[in-house]
């Protein structure tokens, strides 16, 4: 399709719209040489790779001559900036699923790194390596968006290569259902930074937040939580915030190029001489989409980005935290929040990443919302009634954030007394 009008932009969300709800989850991991403590480079990302696919049976993505991912069955295994590794988990029903997904890439990417000396860290900032001693890696769009993204975010290339998260990946049944979740989960992002924070060291010393990764992307181009996020959204207003959206690269004959601060705007109009004036097509704004670094984001799914990576013992926590309220509760979840404050949630979320749980909206602290939240959460899950093989339902799953309100401390302030710095 075309992408001449406004019009085809919301045509595109539109066609979003589903009767079955799915959940996706994405999961970045840090990778380090064990016997040296440093993060790997691409050669060693690429024998991972290799290792998978012939073991696994996963098929390769290739840019030019470089191996770069690997897809299977809905799955792909992706490479962030600083090879970061990355698995986008298939379209599932349910939580014990997604969990079951994400346990069985654990464990066989562990037995692979375990042949090869390398350990893998999951927490949202790298917490020892100097940003200039990050090894890249060949994707072309990243020697791009290294020279682009610093201009408007003086910690774009922190957010690219020492950063890594979980993103949750959630559907909307029609455009009414849409901007009701968004403004949900809009109005609970410092909320999410705060329960989910989980990277408070920055090169072998604390650094100051509890969630830096959020301060990062707070400073990064592209990212952070604009004020018309939470006013209601809808089809059309996000189609205005990416149609006047800079690009941030452009992808012609089989080449990535720079955009030379065109917008999404000039590529509808045609005016785009290096592509030879030609329109977008549906490539070419889902490549736009995938390209704005918001807490949230909308493709022709919903996309949470708020939470920092975090180990096993919390991994499913977050999806089935959003799961219980947005598919299983939303109208009770809406309802505690609707005497909200932009205002309010604006300075909660700048405050978020250093005060945590203690942060305050609305004369209450994250933590105590939290556990409003969590109740109508775990009512959700029990609703869906979606069970495993032994007879339990998805709330066993928010056992991380139950311990976390119980004892008042995230996993950043559980890492800062258990390390000796």
């Known amino acids: 399709m075309q992408i001449n009008s406004k019009e085809k932009i919301i045509e595109h969300f539109k066609n979003g719209i589903k009767k079955d709800q799915?959940?996706?989850?994405?999961?970045?991991?840090?990778?380090?040489?064990?016997?040296?403590?440093?993060?790997?480079?691409?050669?060693?990302?690429?024998i991972i790779l290799e290792k998978f696919q012939k073991k696994y049976n996963w098929d390769p993505?290739?840019?030019?001559?470089?191996?770069?991912?690997?897809?299977?069955?809905?799955?792909?295994?992706?490479?962030?900036?600083?090879?970061?590794?990355?698995?986008?988990?298939?379209?599932?029903?349910?939580?014990?699923?997604?969990?079951?997904?994400?346990?069985?890439?654990?464990?066989?990417?562990?037995?692979?790194?375990?042949?090869?000396?390398?350990?893998?860290?999951?927490?949202?900032?790298?917490?020892?390596?100097k940003l200039n001693q990050v090894p890249n890696n060949p994707k072309e769009r990243y020697k791009i968006m290294t020279t682009e993204m610093p201009k408007n975010g003086e910690l774009s290339l922190d957010m690219m290569y020492n950063t890594s998260g979980t993103q949750i990946n959630l559907d909307y049944t029609s455009e009414n259902d849409f901007i009701k979740k968004f403004k949900l989960v809009s109005n609970l992002t410092p909320l999410t930074v705060a329960l989910f924070a989980n990277s408070a060291v920055k090169e072998n010393k604390p650094n100051g937040y509890l969630s830096y990764r959020t301060k990062v992307w707070q400073k990064t181009s592209r990212g952070g939580l604009p004020n018309i996020f939470l006013e209601n959204m809808d089809f059309e207003k996000y189609s205005d915030f990416i149609i006047d959206m800079p690009l941030l690269f452009l992808f012609h004959n089989k080449t990535h190029i720079s955009p030379n601060k065109k917008k999404f705007k000039d590529f509808m109009e045609g005016k785009i001489?290096?592509?030879?004036?030609?329109?977008?097509?549906?490539k070419d704004l889902?490549?736009?989409?995938?390209?704005?670094?918001?807490?949230?984001?909308?493709?022709?799914?919903?996309?949470?980005?708020?939470?920092d990576a975090c180990e096993w013992d919390c991994h499913c926590a977050g999806p089935a935290f959003f799961t219980g309220l947005i598919y299983g509760k939303l109208e009770e979840a809406l309802e505690v929040i609707k005497n909200w404050k932009s205002n309010d949630i604006l300075n909660a979320y700048l405050e978020a990443p250093k005060k945590g749980l203690n942060t305050e909206i609305e004369n209450k602290t994250i933590l105590e919302w939290s556990e409003i939240f969590l109740n109508i959460s775990r009512e959700g899950l029990i609703t869906r009634?979606?069970?495993?093989?032994?007879?339990?339902?998805?709330?066993?799953?928010?056992?991380?954030?139950?311990?976390?309100?119980?004892?008042?401390?995230?996993?950043?302030?559980?890492?800062?007394?258990?390390?000796?710095?």
């Open 273 to 282: 001489k290096d592509i030879e004036y030609r329109l977008p097509e549906t």
């Open 286 to 307: 889902e490549i736009h989409l995938s390209t704005i670094f918001t807490e949230l984001r909308l493709k022709n799914y919903l996309e949470i980005r708020s939470l």
């Open 61 to 129: 993505v290739n840019e030019g001559k470089y191996l770069i991912g690997l897809k299977h069955e809905g799955k792909s295994i992706s490479l962030e900036p600083g090879n970061q590794i990355e698995l986008a988990g298939e379209k599932l029903k349910n939580i014990h699923s997604v969990c079951s997904e994400s346990y069985t890439f654990q464990d066989q990417l562990k037995e692979i790194c375990d042949e090869l000396d390398i350990k893998i860290l999951s927490v949202g900032y790298d917490p020892v390596t």
């Open 22 to 46: 799915f959940i996706g989850v994405e999961n970045e991991k840090f990778l380090f040489i064990k016997s040296k403590n440093q993060r790997i480079d691409y050669d060693n990302v690429r």
């Open 385 to 421: 009634n979606k069970k495993n093989k032994k007879g339990n339902d998805e709330t066993i799953y928010l056992r991380n954030v139950e311990n976390v309100i119980k004892n008042k401390k995230t996993k950043a302030e559980i890492t800062l007394e258990n390390i000796n710095f």
